[in-house]
């Protein structure tokens, strides 16, 4: 039953479900960070919207959830309609609940920001976790096949997102991926604090129930070509991600012990979920490491962004003795989610802002010694409007230091498999799609569309999702001319 009274922000905090103690965090706990709602908590924070006729929430929802509707469901206790309403706008609803950054998007934009936004994330994933649980599934009765059969590069959340739409609208999808498990980062990339591995596994066997076909382990462009898709298809969809590391060119970056920040996430995750990270390596990776211990270590993660913080917080879980994050810039100017900052800091992570590194540094018997900094302020913005960090002549300084991670960023690149099919992409690699002449995600290619990272560089689940969802819909229109 709705326990909704008028106003019910003002006599009710905003909350969100119960966060793992820090004591545990800190001693390897790999668990998601924070708990689940139970049904009255999921109600009394749903009765927390103003319901207040503009939307914003929606709006700056990169999918556009009809938020305040589904709020509405919960307070009724009408789940399942609810969990539909969820799916009816995105393909990934109990992910994007875990993984967006909820303060930048959806409750960034709510009325009651100055009271507390609303936690719409944690109901979202309330909704399909409880949906799922009993026995909820996506209603396919009414889709009609149209025979026709498309292949999707990457089991990434774009990729996923188009086969989800495709099959409900009678396109029979088959899903390729070089790994040997769908999600893509959300597998292979995310460490579990953030997204538990079994909400994959489950989605795996929903999208599977709606007549998704995976077929894992298999490189395009090389155990399979391109042509061959082209086909045996009659369209193919491309969210193959964005993986080339943006190369900081610093002197000492190939000693031992200094580890790229996408290899060190994906081992860890592979130790963390039992799986076997060192006998069998990742189908099309070439950077397979071997993760040094960190017990004890003292840990400097090179970068302000959102995978930086994931490398520090998994540093902390793994025993290291001292974890320092270095930015160039200032904390105001940090790519990293202010949520995850927080959440490093309560963890022990120390951060140093205002530093670029300068190299890193090897002792006698070519060891990481630690990375020598120099102190920046901010200059002129760039051609982006960021104000460029520049740095203070005399202020450098040593970082000590045992191992060193960086996480620069990364970027796509185009193959040649792709380019010699007419696929174009701009200069910094991203896949160009769409525009005035083509559909909405179809490259240059017609029967190729892409859409991801791929396409708009390294960003954020939800986003892929909303261009495989989109991409999905292109794709049916060609289908039907
Ligand atoms: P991906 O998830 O990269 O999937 C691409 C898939 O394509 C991969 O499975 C790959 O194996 C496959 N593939 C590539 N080439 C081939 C080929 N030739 N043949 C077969 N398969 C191929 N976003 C958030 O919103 N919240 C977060 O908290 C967050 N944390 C992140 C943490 C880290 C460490 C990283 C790196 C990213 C994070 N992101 C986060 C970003 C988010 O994960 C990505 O934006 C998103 O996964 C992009 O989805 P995608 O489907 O485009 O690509
Ligand atoms: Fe918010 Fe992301 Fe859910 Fe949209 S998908 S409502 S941005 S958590």
């Not at 026995?135 to 396919?140: A, Q």
């Not at 185009?414 to 174009?424: F, I, K, T, Y």
């Amino acid at each position: 039953m709705s326990r909704k009274q008028a106003f019910q922000f003002l006599d009710l905090p905003r909350t969100m479900p119960q966060r793992i103690p820090v004591e545990l965090r800190t001693s390897g706990d790999w668990g998601e960070l924070h708990g689940k709602f139970d049904k009255a908590d999921a109600q009394y924070q749903a009765g927390r919207c103003l319901d207040c006729g503009n939307p914003y929430c929606s709006w700056k929802c990169p999918v556009h959830n009809a938020i305040p509707q589904w709020l509405q469901l919960v307070q009724e206790d009408r789940i399942h309609e609810a969990a539909t309403l969820c799916h009816s706008t995105n393909p990934l609803p109990e992910v994007c609940g875990r993984v967006c950054p909820q303060d930048r998007l959806c409750e960034g934009s709510c009325t009651l920001e100055e009271f507390g936004a609303v936690t719409i994330g944690a109901v979202e994933k309330y909704i399909v976790d409880t949906a799922l649980a009993t026995g909820w599934k996506p209603d396919l009765v009414a889709v009609e096949s149209t025979g026709k059969r498309v292949a999707i590069v990457g089991a990434g959340p774009a990729g996923l997102a188009c086969a989800d739409r495709l099959v409900r609208a009678g396109v029979q999808a088959v899903v390729f991926d070089r790994y040997e498990q769908i999600g893509g980062l959300l597998q292979f990339g995310i460490p579990s604090f953030k997204l538990e591995k079994d909400v994959i596994q489950r989605r795996r066997e929903i999208l599977e129930g709606m007549g998704v076909q995976f077929r894992l382990g298999v490189e395009i462009g090389r155990d399979i070509s391109i042509e061959q898709l082209q086909n045996d298809y009659d369209a193919v969809f491309l969210g193959t991600g964005a993986y080339r590391y943006t190369d900081g060119g610093l002197i000492g970056q190939d000693l031992k012990n200094v580890l790229p920040a996408l290899p060190f996430l994906v081992q860890n995750s592979r130790i963390v979920s039992g799986d076997d990270p060192h006998g069998r390596p990742i189908a099309g990776w070439e950077d397979q490491i071997a993760l040094p211990d960190l017990n004890g270590k003292r840990v400097v993660v090179l970068g302000g962004g959102d995978t930086g913080m994931d490398c520090v917080r998994s540093a902390i879980r793994l025993g290291a003795a001292k974890v320092t994050c270095a930015y160039r810039r200032d904390e105001a100017n940090m790519p990293g989610s202010a949520r995850e900052v927080a959440n490093a800091r309560e963890e022990g992570v120390r951060f140093l802002f205002n530093r670029q590194p300068l190299a890193i540094e090897a002792g006698a018997d070519d060891e990481v010694i630690g990375v020598s900094v120099i102190e920046t302020e901010l200059g002129q913005p760039d051609a982006n409007g960021r104000r460029n960090a520049v740095a203070i002549e005399g202020s450098e300084s040593l970082l000590e230091a045992d191992v060193v991670i960086i996480a620069f960023g990364f970027s796509p690149t185009l193959p040649e498999w792709l380019a010699s099919q007419g696929v174009e992409a701009s200069s910094n690699g991203r896949i160009i799609a769409g525009g005035a002449t083509r559909l909405p995600f179809q490259t240059h290619n017609p029967k190729l569309f892409a859409g991801g990272d791929v396409v708009r560089g390294a960003d954020l689940v939800v986003t892929a999702v909303a261009e495989g969802r989109d991409a999905a819909e292109s794709i049916v229109a060609l289908l039907k001319r």
